[in-house]
């Protein structure tokens, strides 16, 4: 699972919360009190109450305090992912015409649990928000309690859609986390080695080093059995032929390529692009 997967998903927290913020900020911009504000005749049993205008303004307050927390929980993360350093997780770079991953220092588990809270308070205050315009319904053309029928023509739709959209978000959040699990989620739900650790699975190849730095250098036999059983998955050998590990080695891409063919492995990957550079 990539950061750059992270950081986009923090980003569209906080566009949307951007945009529900807005919204917020013009119902509280609006006075309820005002009598042109509503369609209703003060003396009607369907007149709103003062307690439907407060409801509204809190309603309002709660929405935009939920949007705010959430949108200062997805920058704290945003900014705990640019300042880390570690191997937890891999951003891919271009060096020298290969891919190459780089390490962020992120907490898989701390990094759930915020994207998680930040995606609450969004849910909390989609809610709040809907509530306060259910409010804004009654004071407009008459309370629920009065069976107000262009109340209800505009409340029920709202009750309906809200609800159904969050679930929809909530459950697509969810499979998400419990899926994309992997070391690498560029390629599928487990990344182009699965479950395996990339960076482990590189210290595998160590004794193909020395062959992978020199285009005349023998390859050994263990190297070339261990190619072999690689190259069953030419998507995760080229991962690992890009990861970090091998890279610290001095490796170079363009000759651990050509180790198939030196081996004399008959059926292998050729032309499969490992960055820049193919299997011959």
């Known amino acids: ?48 109450t003062s307690k439907i205008a407060e409801d509204l303004i809190k309603f309002h307050v709660y929405s935009f305090s939920s949007f705010l927390f959430s949108s200062l929980v997805a920058l704290a993360i945003k900014q705990a992912i640019k300042l880390s350093k570690s191997h937890t997780f891999n951003i891919h770079v271009t060096f020298r015409g290969s891919e190459f ?17 930040s995606g609450a308070g969004s849910v909390a205050g989609c809610v709040f928000l809907m509530l306060a315009l259910v409010n804004v319904v009654q004071i407009k053309v008459g309370t629920l309690a009065c069976g107000s029928g262009h109340a209800f023509a505009a409340v029920v739709p709202l009750v309906i859609l809200v609800p159904l959209a969050l679930l929809i ?20 739900y487990y990344g182009p080695c699965g479950k395996h650790d990339i960076e482990k699975e590189a210290q595998k190849l160590a004794p193909c080093t020395y062959a992978a730095k020199y285009f005349r ?32 080695a001095g490796v170079r891409p363009e000759v651990a390529v050509t180790i198939p063919k030196r081996c004399n492995i008959a059926v292998r990957p050729v032309g499969h692009k490992c960055g820049a550079f193919p299997f011959v």
């Open 1 to 48: 699972m990539t950061t750059s997967i992270h950081v986009t998903a923090l980003d569209s927290v906080v566009n949307v919360n951007s945009l529900f913020t807005l919204a917020v900020f013009i119902g509280l911009a609006w006075n309820p009190y005002d009598p042109s504000n509503t369609l209703v005749d003060p003396n009607s049993r369907c007149a709103p």
């Open 101 to 117: 991953l780089e390490h962020v220092d992120v907490n898989k588990t701390l990094l759930r649990v915020g994207m998680v809270v």
């Open 169 to 188: 978000y909530v459950c697509v959040g969810l499979y998400a986390f419990t899926r994309f699990n992997g070391v690498d989620g560029t390629s599928n």
């Open 217 to 248: 250098a023998p390859v050994s036999e263990r190297c070339c059995t261990i190619m072999e059983k690689k190259l069953n998955n030419p998507s995760c050998l080229c991962a690992i032929l890009q990861s970090r590990t091998v890279y610290n």
